[in-house]
């Protein structure tokens, strides 16, 4: 980084920079207009004990506008600090993620009955495809969530290709602070699902429950991945976000 002595502004490369363009200068003209959680978790968020050791600098110098070499300028510092703080120390908010491989429908239907167990434990479900979605999506949405739900179809004996790209995505980033379960059906002999736990295992990821069903999901298979949503939010309450020191919402 770079201080312009004695104005108060300081260019800070790539921290704090957001993607998008816009005629707008100021990032709180209109958050919206530029994706600034998206930036962080597809750029900063692996060298995030590098970001933390950057923050302290910059609470040091206290500067009165910040400029980044990407996106909006940032004069409400305290603002985007807290976001910083509660992004590199993984603070989750009340949000659970799902993230779907399915080939045929079946495993979706499964996913979209643990989002609506999420929900009822309180938390906030986001359903993301893993064949559509883009790493910075898959990114940005795993740093909020405080509960993670993988469903995975079987495909020749391995999970979907959309979710092992996101879990090699995992692999990469290495998050903190949630915990994960995972669901799927398969037709055949299986192993999607069981590849998938021992994966997110060896990651050392906390994987508190597994699902998976042979064929098109009854309705009791339904009920059960429902529940299993639940009780991961509740799992996930308990756990990540009573840690979270304050930064949940």
């Not at 260019?11 to 958050?31: C, Q, R, V, W």
């Not at 949000?95 to 979209?112: D, I, N």
């Not at 050392?204 to 429902?226: C, T």
Request: proline share 5%.
């Amino acid at each position: 980084m770079t201080e312009l002595a004695g104005e108060g502004l300081l260019f800070t490369s790539d921290m704090f920079g957001s993607h998008g363009a816009s005629k707008l200068i100021y990032y709180d003209e209109n958050p919206d207009q530029f994706e600034l959680r998206d930036y962080y978790a597809s750029i900063l968020m692996v060298y995030s004990n590098m970001v933390v050791r950057a923050l302290r600098k910059v609470e040091e110098l206290s500067p009165k506008l910040i400029a980044p070499a990407h996106g909006a300028l940032h004069r409400e510092i305290a603002t985007i600090l807290k976001l910083y703080e509660r992004w590199v120390y993984w603070s989750p908010l009340s949000r659970g993620l799902v993230v779907v491989g399915s080939q045929y429908g079946k495993t979706e239907k499964l996913a979209r009955a643990a989002a609506d167990g999420m929900k009822e434990s309180g938390l906030k479900p986001i359903v993301l495809d893993s064949a559509a979605a883009g790493p910075d999506d898959l990114l940005a949405d795993t740093l909020e969530a405080a509960a993670v739900i993988i469903a995975t179809t079987t495909h020749n004996g391995k999970p979907f290709p959309g979710v092992t790209f996101y879990l090699d995505l995992l692999e990469e980033v290495k998050p903190k602070r949630k915990v994960f379960a995972v669901i799927g059906c398969y037709g055949w002999s299986g192993g999607g699902v069981r590849t998938v736990k021992k994966r997110l295992e060896e990651m050392k990821l906390p994987v508190f429950s597994r699902l998976e069903v042979k064929g098109p999901p009854a309705l009791e298979d339904l009920q059960a991945a429902k529940e299993l949503g639940k009780r991961l939010g509740e799992r996930a309450r308990e756990e990540t976000l009573v840690r979270a020191d304050g930064f949940s919402a």
